[in-house]
């Protein structure tokens, strides 16, 4: 069996403030006291600088713990005239350690296909960032039975581009878009059977890095839903939205997953 550490990634995507994360520091201080679990924090960029530094100040009273930033997108190009975008190099100078590609709302909201994801992915690794790939499908494509096409499809492309041992260093994120910020998440069944999809999929290239890269699933997951969910075998924690902003919430769920 390999030892998968199990990871919370809150994706705060546009909400939150410089006081949110001093609120989260101080719970982390009194509570999160062990390195069972990985819990990285996602905020805006704008908080990236506040974020880096309570990492900084807080080093002493989070030994043991395992926290990390990371970003919520970034550029596939290195530098240049794209107004209002932040490179791979920068948000790894600003102390990121992840960044989330290819999240559903960028896809659907921003224009986002498949092969600019494949070239964010490759641009993340390119400046030693760790992408939190996101796939998923939505409720019209589950209902007409095409999740495992759709979710296929999304990985096959940054396969193609990237090749499978890119995902050595990587994190997939499962995101069923009908669970997306909608208060229904996926059975944890439904996760399951679509994480060791993933997993297959991954192992018929390589058996190792099927073995050990680490699946989160996103979708309202709540401190209500999380154990049974976490528990799945395939499922190696959580990317959060709204109850990442809620900083009992996110507390609670970090530390079902330090026991999951
Ligand atoms: O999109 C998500 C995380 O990236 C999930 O959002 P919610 O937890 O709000 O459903």
Not at 32 to 36: E, G, K
Not at 232 to 236: E, F, G, K, N, T
């Given at each position: 069996m390999a030892l998968r550490r199990p990871m919370v990634a809150g994706n705060w995507k546009m909400n939150g403030s410089a006081a949110l994360a001093q609120e989260l520091f101080k719970k982390f201080a009194a509570k999160?006291?062990?390195?069972?679990a990985e819990v990285v924090l996602c905020p805006p960029s704008i908080y990236l600088e506040s974020v880096r530094q309570l990492l900084e100040s807080n080093k002493q009273t989070l030994d043991g713990a395992l926290v990390r930033m990371g970003a919520q997108n970034l550029s596939?190009?290195?530098?240049?005239?794209?107004?209002?975008e932040i490179s791979g190099q920068m948000l790894k100078d600003s102390g990121c350690r992840y960044v989330i590609i290819g999240h559903s709302e960028r896809r659907r909201m921003y224009g986002e296909t498949s092969n600019i994801v494949a070239e964010k992915f490759a641009a993340a690794q390119k400046h030693g960032l760790t992408p939190i790939l996101c796939v998923g499908e939505s409720g019209p494509a589950r209902e007409a039975r095409r999740t495992f096409e759709v979710i296929a499809e999304e990985l096959d492309i940054v396969i193609e581009k990237?090749?499978?041992?890119?995902?050595?260093?990587a994190i997939i994120a499962y995101e069923p878009l009908w669970a997306v910020g909608t208060g229904k998440s996926a059975t944890p069944e439904q996760a399951q059977e679509v994480h060791a999809f993933i997993r297959n999929r991954l192992s018929e290239v390589s058996p190792f890095i099927g073995e050990n890269i680490r699946i989160l699933y996103g979708g309202s997951v709540t401190p209500s839903n999380a154990a049974d969910i976490f528990a799945?075998?395939?499922?190696?924690g959580g990317l959060i939205g709204g109850a990442s902003l809620n900083s009992s919430e996110f507390l609670s769920l970090c530390s079902i997953a330090m026991s999951a």
């Open positions: 999160l006291q062990n390195d069972s596939q190009h290195d530098f240049g005239a794209y107004t209002g990237n090749g499978t041992m890119a995902f050595d260093n799945q075998p395939d499922v190696d």
